[in-house]
């Protein structure tokens, strides 16, 4: 066996892969912004190297500077049990009254639970006046519903509210989980 190979233990090898990895990285990224980058890498990697108390190693902070400007390791975005935070916008018809409006929230509301999510919060903003018309309606009854709920029965509650006649305009939005 050569005394030149590389064995397990040598930590050359792993720095110059991840140094290969990272230049990659640096060099497809197709914008004005590499010269920044490239500077931000090389003070990376001088501050790191002194940070270590002087130990000559350019290769591992230059993998680490590299990783810390495109995100590093995705975070874990959701939570164990599947839940995700949304926000439900609906606009009801204006030409209902509010015993209707209020049956529609409650269909809202049993359809969510029906999907295995749960309502957290509801707000009845009541009739306002729309921006522009919608169905050739100037005025209808906003609501705002905050739930958590699986993200794949949103596509369900989505296609349930295009098809409801009573609802003429909806937006779900997934909030920033905190």
Do not use: C
């Amino acid at each position: 066996m050569s005394s030149i190979s590389a064995s397990r233990s040598d930590p050359l090898p792993l720095a110059r892969d991840r140094f290969d990895r990272a230049w990659h990285t640096v060099l497809t990224f197709q914008g004005p912004h590499i010269f920044a980058i490239l500077r931000a890498l090389w003070y990376k990697a001088n501050v790191s190297t002194r940070e270590r108390n002087g130990t000559p190693s350019f290769f591992l902070p230059l993998a680490v500077a590299a990783s810390d400007l495109t995100g590093g390791k995705p975070k874990e975005r959701r939570k164990r049990d599947g839940m995700r935070p949304y926000e439900l916008v609906f606009i009801v018809a204006p030409q209902q009254d509010d015993e209707k409006v209020q049956a529609q929230i409650d269909t809202v509301t049993k359809r969510i639970a029906g999907y295995g999510g749960e309502v957290t919060k509801l707000s009845i903003w009541g009739k306002r006046k729309l921006a522009y018309p919608i169905k050739k309606f100037r005025e209808g009854h906003y609501v705002v519903v905050q739930m958590q709920m699986p993200a794949e029965a949103v596509k369900q509650l989505d296609r349930d509210l295009l098809i409801s006649e009573n609802v003429i305009r909806h937006l779900i939005v997934r909030l920033d989980e905190e």
